[in-house]
């Protein structure tokens, strides 16, 4: 039988009770599926494992992940551990290492899901956001110094490579062909006179291989706004590492939350394992209370699903999400309700199963 050989890597906070129910899910749709079946090995990297060796993965710890079919993360992070370490050292080394230069982030809100926004209909918050995910502003280049000097110097720069920017916003046009969408990029270069503007000309250059694809350009501060204001302007959105992560927490505020925030760090060659996570962090404010909400780790599931060509189950669990939305029964605080992320896990289990069964 078709295996899937899943790395789970839990990490802190809530990562670990997130990062079970989202299991829960992906082996339910095996079991009911027949067809394929998973292989999860457990990673035990993060802060605590930092705490007791220094390091946040082992030595050797991507040529470990090298061989597996895809990650499954929950959220890295812990007070007492320096944010700069613990991230860079788990989540951004693995993002780089494995080339997954496409985050791919869904912001749409399902049926049942709440908005802060007043006057909109479900339909007007449907956008995917392509951001870069291994460059940009988030290259780690720079340097610190005279530290602790009163000349004190720190630069940290922003790196756009032909490559680099070409490659996501290529993405980006043929996923707008493929789906009939139109394409908005988001860049800044009335201020960043050299990055955006590159970022632009590279938009308007590839564009010219994609006549029949309608496209946007917006500046970061005015799309910020637009997104409040006006949703339904964005379809596909191509946009740079640190832009791409600002407005995807907008984007998640204003469909159902950070409980609801799904993402996928895609290596779309498949040289390297792709990675899928909830967008959200840690959580310290919540971890251990059984208030985290399961839901984005179960939609980067379906993510997953998707990637390895199960494209009907990758659908059919965001049709379960919207089952479970909408009879707001068995929800966790954050979406109004009083149950726990195990709670939700089991309801969505039990749901997949009767449905299924109706088919
Ligand atoms: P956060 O996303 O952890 O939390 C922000 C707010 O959203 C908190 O109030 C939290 O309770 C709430 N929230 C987040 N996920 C939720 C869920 N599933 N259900 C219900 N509520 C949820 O962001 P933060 O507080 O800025 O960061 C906390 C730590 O996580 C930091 O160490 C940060 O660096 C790290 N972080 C890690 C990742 C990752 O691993 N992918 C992402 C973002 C932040
Ligand atoms: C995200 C996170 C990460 C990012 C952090 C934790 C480094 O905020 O995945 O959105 O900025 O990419
Ligand atoms: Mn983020």
Redesign the pocket.
């Known amino acids: 039988m078709l295996k899937h050989k899943i790395a789970v890597i839990a990490?802190?906070?809530?990562?670990p009770e997130?990062i079970n129910e989202g299991i829960k899910v992906l082996n339910e749709a095996a079991r009911l599926d027949k067809g394929f079946e998973f292989g999860f090995t457990y990673f035990p990297w993060g802060c605590e494992y930092y705490k007791e060796t220094g390091r946040m993965m082992a030595e050797d710890g991507i040529d470990q992940l090298k061989k597996f079919d895809a990650i499954f993360?929950?959220?890295?992070?812990?007070p007492g551990v320096p944010?700069h370490i613990?991230?860079w050292d788990l989540?951004l080394i693995i993002r780089k290492s494995f080339d997954q230069y496409i985050n791919l982030r869904p912001v749409k809100l399902l049926n049942g899901a709440p908005t802060p926004l007043k006057d909109v209909a479900v339909q007007d918050v449907d956008m995917v956001f392509v951001r870069e995910n291994t460059e940009g502003e988030y290259a780690g280049s720079g340097s610190w110094l005279f530290k602790g000097k009163p000349n004190e110097v720190v630069i940290q720069n922003g790196v756009f490579s032909r490559k680099g920017c070409e490659r996501v916003i290529r993405y980006a046009y043929e996923l707008a062909k493929a789906q009939n969408k139109t394409l908005t990029s988001i860049s800044k270069a009335n201020a960043l006179n050299y990055s955006m503007v590159f970022w632009d000309q590279i938009f308007e250059e590839v564009g010219r291989d994609y006549p029949e694809v309608k496209t946007y350009s917006y500046l970061v501060d005015a799309a910020s706004m637009f997104m409040i204001k006006d949703p339904k302007r964005f379809e596909i959105v191509v946009t740079s590492n640190l832009f791409g992560d600002i407005l995807t927490d907008l984007g998640a505020a204003i469909a159902g939350?950070?409980?609801l925030a799904a993402g996928a760090n895609l290596n779309p060659e498949r040289t390297f394992p792709s990675m899928f996570?909830?967008?959200?962090?840690?959580?310290?404010?919540?971890a251990g209370s059984g208030?985290?909400?399961?839901l984005?780790?179960v939609w980067s599931a379906s993510q997953m699903l998707e990637f390895f060509g199960h494209n009907k189950w990758s659908e059919r669990i965001i049709g379960y999400i919207e089952k479970i939305l909408t009879e707001k029964k068995v929800l966790?605080?954050?979406l109004g309700g009083s149950a726990t992320t195990s709670q939700v896990g089991d309801e969505i289990v039990r749901i997949m199963q009767s449905e299924f069964a109706a088919e």
């Open positions: 990490g802190d906070g809530i990562g997130v993360l929950g959220a890295v992070g812990a944010d613990s991230l989540l939350g950070m409980g996570e909830p967008i959200h962090g840690s959580a310290p404010d919540i208030k985290a909400n399961p984005a780790t966790t605080p954050d």
